[in-house]
């Protein structure tokens, strides 16, 4: 019989508390105190990144003879790093019993502190596989987060959480990350749109079908407003989701010439283990 690890435990009660996270989110808003309790406790030195999902994205981004789209930034980082790991399956969605997306598509841990996962939750992968998985998760609709969350040492029982980088494949039912309009600013502000990307919407093609508007933005940026739909810049993550769901093409995804700078400077940050 196998032994029961802290990670099994803490599976078993991030399972039975899963769909509370919303109403604990609240809290952090509600109280200056809880906010820091729950932020020192879960959300402590945490930066992430939202990487756009890339099926509906046509264009590259030029830089120094090199091209890229979005996934290749996170190509790059695990080419970098030879630590990995891809677990068995995605807590969240498991968690929820997503129907919508695949329950086997598993976030990807980079970086040493990766090896002392338990082995019943993941397994070794090559840098060949884990870029193979990141498409996977890429084909079935999936947008990117890419940093360090503390969470996720804390979960599996894990340290030092500074050597565990964390590539999640995130759905719009599902994703942790959806509490963030429920966060005080303080901690939901740690999840940063990619420099320099930009949702934007034609008017003159959207025929009000409020596809976007049905729970497929986390951080509720889109809205129905004087007759059309408007997206907050100030709270759009840029994960793309918007763009995949509209079958008008009347959203989409743009960049500008931050958005190399971005992916140089975290190229350098997230490497440096």
């Given at each position: 019989?196998?032994?029961?690890s802290?990670?099994?435990?803490?599976i078993?009660?991030?399972?039975?508390i899963?769909?509370?996270?919303?109403r604990?989110?609240?809290?952090t808003?509600q109280?200056?105190?809880?906010?820091?309790i729950i932020?020192?406790g879960?959300?402590?030195d945490?930066?992430?990144t939202?990487i756009?999902?890339?099926?509906?994205?046509?264009?590259?981004?030029?830089?120094e003879?090199s091209?890229f789209?979005?996934t290749d930034?996170?190509?790059?980082?695990?080419e970098?790093?030879?630590?990995?790991?891809?677990?068995?399956?995605?807590?969240?969605?498991?968690?929820?019993n997503?129907?919508?997306?695949?329950q086997?598509?598993?976030?990807?841990?980079?970086?040493?502190?990766?090896?002392?996962?338990?082995?019943n939750?993941?397994?070794?992968?090559?840098k060949?596989e884990a870029?193979?998985?990141?498409?996977?998760?890429?084909a079935?609709?999936?947008?990117?987060?890419?940093?360090?969350?503390?969470?996720?040492?804390?979960w599996?029982?894990?340290k030092p959480?500074?050597?565990?980088?964390?590539?999640?494949?995130?759905?719009?039912?599902?994703?942790?990350?959806?509490?963030?309009?429920?966060?005080?600013?303080?901690?939901?502000?740690?999840?940063?749109?990619?420099d320099?990307?930009?949702?934007?919407?034609?008017?003159?093609?959207?025929?009000?079908c409020?596809?976007?508007l049905n729970?497929?933005?986390?951080?509720e940026?889109?809205?129905f407003?004087d007759?059309?739909?408007?997206?907050?810049?100030?709270?759009?993550?840029?994960?793309?989701?918007?763009?995949?769901?509209?079958k008008?093409?009347a959203?989409t995804?743009k960049?500008?010439?931050?958005?190399?700078?971005?992916?140089?400077n975290?190229?350098q940050?997230?490497?440096?283990?």
């Amino acid at each position: 019989m196998r032994k029961i690890s802290f990670a099994d435990i803490n599976i078993f009660i991030v399972n039975y508390i899963f769909n509370w996270r919303f109403r604990i989110a609240k809290l952090t808003k509600q109280s200056k105190i809880i906010r820091k309790i729950i932020d020192k406790g879960l959300f402590e030195d945490d930066d992430v990144t939202v990487i756009p999902n890339t099926i509906k994205i046509n264009k590259t981004i030029e830089a120094e003879k090199s091209e890229f789209i979005p996934t290749d930034i996170l190509k790059e980082v695990i080419e970098k790093i030879d630590d990995i790991v891809i677990m068995n399956s995605c807590l969240c969605r498991t968690s929820n019993n997503c129907k919508d997306y695949p329950q086997d598509i598993g976030c990807i841990f980079l970086g040493p502190t990766s090896r002392k996962i338990p082995q019943n939750l993941c397994h070794k992968a090559s840098k060949k596989e884990a870029q193979d998985h990141v498409d996977k998760a890429d084909a079935a609709g999936l947008s990117h987060i890419i940093g360090r969350n503390k969470i996720d040492s804390i979960w599996m029982n894990v340290k030092p959480k500074e050597g565990l980088l964390t590539i999640c494949h995130c759905c719009p039912c599902c994703c942790l990350w959806k509490v963030i309009p429920q966060l005080d600013d303080k901690i939901s502000d740690k999840m940063h749109k990619l420099d320099g990307v930009e949702i934007a919407i034609d008017n003159s093609k959207c025929i009000d079908c409020m596809k976007c508007l049905n729970e497929i933005c986390m951080s509720e940026a889109i809205s129905f407003k004087d007759n059309a739909i408007q997206i907050n810049q100030n709270k759009c993550r840029g994960c793309g989701l918007c763009v995949n769901i509209c079958k008008q093409n009347a959203i989409t995804l743009k960049y500008n010439d931050k958005s190399i700078d971005s992916i140089v400077n975290k190229l350098q940050n997230l490497v440096e283990l």
